[in-house]
């Protein structure tokens, strides 16, 4: 690991251990020894926001959090991370989770893919690696696929090992299977994401006629978030694009009629995540055609 890695998750690790204190970039960038302009700047390059982009929506996440699983007032929460008073903290609330503090409390919604979580070592490897290619966005068209599919039990545990297993099996299956790009869908059955299944497969073509044993999944058409990623960082590409690069870019995730969450496609260099997105009008990136992403 390089020396201004090292240095900016200490930084990151300092924010952590202050959450709940009305620390200061500034005090940051003195812990590390950096001057502050130089810490800002390395800040932003590393960890792709700025300081205190990256505190407060850490403050908001974890405040978020608390909402949901006690009966504290919400003042005193404004006041445990710092905000001066309940509506500056409402309006930062707003601005990040695009309801009230009251509403989300209210509402409890799942908070896997809308709370940031703590910046890893590995995230910072995997966002500052020669392989990392900045996400882009996609035009859809809907596509069958025939493969085999199971249900996820502990999110991403064991998977390589799961997913060479179901790839063997699908090849007995298919004779063709390596002359198409294989395609991994994460899916759930309901809004709130938790029963979620995995299916492995290729492409079905029009008139191809369905395999015994078998099972077709369907990507609908829309638009479509992609970030290119090793096999080992399936983890830190999903945590940048769902909580540095869709705010960046104003968008966010959203499902389809059977609450798609993701599709990743293999390649001999790696995969290619694909999260459908609801494109903010704020929102500047052009759309570019799915057949250019594979």
């Known amino acids: 690991m390089n020396e201004p890695l090292e240095s900016i998750y200490d930084a990151i690790e300092f924010f952590e251990d202050h959450l709940y204190e009305n620390v200061t970039v500034a005090q940051t960038a003195d812990f590390i020894g950096y001057s502050l302009f130089h810490f800002i700047r390395m800040f932003n390059r590393i960890v792709h926001h700025t300081p205190y982009d990256y505190l407060i929506r850490r403050r908001l996440s974890e405040s978020a959090r608390i909402l949901t699983n006690s009966h504290r007032r919400i003042t005193d929460i404004a006041q445990d991370f710092c905000f001066q008073n309940q509506e500056s903290y409402s309006r930062a609330f707003k601005r990040m989770f695009d309801m009230q503090p009251s509403q989300w409390r209210e509402e409890a919604p799942s908070e896997e893919f809308v709370l940031m979580p703590k910046i890893t070592l590995a995230d910072l490897a995997f966002r500052n690696s020669d392989f990392f290619r900045s996400p882009e966005l996609f035009i859809w068209s809907e596509t069958r696929y025939q493969g085999l599919m199971t249900k996820i039990i502990e999110d991403k545990n064991g998977l390589q090992e799961w997913e060479n297993s179901l790839a063997a099996d699908l090849k007995n299956c298919l004779s063709d299977v390596s002359a198409s790009p294989q395609v991994t869908i994460t899916f759930s059955v309901n809004s709130d994401w938790r029963n979620r299944y995995e299916f492995i497969g290729i492409e079905k073509h029009k008139n191809q006629r369905q395999t015994l044993n078998l099972v077709e999944r369907i990507v609908p058409a829309g638009n479509y978030a992609g970030i290119f990623y090793p096999v080992d960082f399936f983890k830190e590409a999903r945590t940048y694009l769902f909580f540095t690069w869709f705010p960046a870019v104003c968008c966010r995730a959203t ?8 599709f990743s496609v293999l390649s001999s260099q790696g995969r290619q995540l694909f999260v459908p997105v609801v ?3 704020k929102s ?7 057949r250019a992403a594979i």
């Open 284 to 290: 500047n990136i052009r759309l570019k055609d799915s």
């Open 279 to 281: 494109i903010s009008e």
């Open 255 to 262: 499902c389809h009629e059977f609450f798609l969450l993701s």
